[in-house]
């Protein structure tokens, strides 16, 4: 199985992928995370990152590019995966159809998280990230009180995303319509896309985008 999560910022995409992935054999591409490591390890890639990110806008198309075809070509023939974050452009998306077409390995569903722009500030504003060594890091909410005891009574540090300030938050959207949101209609076409609806608890959306799943 090889999916594609979409949706806006703080649509959950990271949250949901977890408890997906443990279910199937698939390897998450989660570029956003994967640029965040970079720009901390100070790397080429992170460094020719950093000024983008910091403005809330995308990176260029041929660097991801590159990140793609890279984590892709990784993969055991028998291994899917799950992207979160890639494509975000009809450019990358069309990239991505060549690299799949050259590794003969089709997608299977582009799942869509459907949520408004006002969740999206409500949730982005009050998120936090628990770090702990070693570990993925794991989304939180500001307000949980005893998520982030228990975080940090675990060795973790809570911190919060330098993007995830107000004036971002809006910049970020507004790149999300520009740029990704043309792409539902680009997997629509291609009778891809799965939308689900995105509201409420992670628990239920995961819930439904298992449903969503099994019922294709
Ligand atoms: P995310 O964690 O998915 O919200 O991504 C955080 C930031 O990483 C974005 O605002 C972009 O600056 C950058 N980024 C992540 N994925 C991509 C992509 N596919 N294309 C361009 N920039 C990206």
Known sequence: MNLVLLGPPGSGKSTIAKPI?????????????????????????????ESYMERGELAPDHLMEQLIRASLSKLAPDEGFLMDGYPRTT????????????????????????????EVVRRLAGRCICNIPGEAPIPMRLDDEQGIRDCIARGGTITRRDDDEPELIRQRLAVYHEQTAP?????????????VDAHGPAGEV???VESALQST
């Open 21 to 49: 992935l443990t279910r199937r054999h698939l390897t998450l591409i989660a570029t956003g995370q994967r640029l965040r490591d970079e720009m901390a390890a100070q790397t080429p890639l992170g460094l020719a990152v």
């Open 206 to 208: 995961v819930a439904r």
């Open 91 to 118: 450019h990358q998306a069309l990239s991505l159809e060549t690299v799949l077409a050259e590794l003969r390995r089709p997608l299977t569903w582009v799942i869509t998280l459907e949520v408004g722009d006002d």
């Open 183 to 195: 792409l539902i209609a680009f997997y629509q076409e291609r009778n891809l896309l799965l939308p």
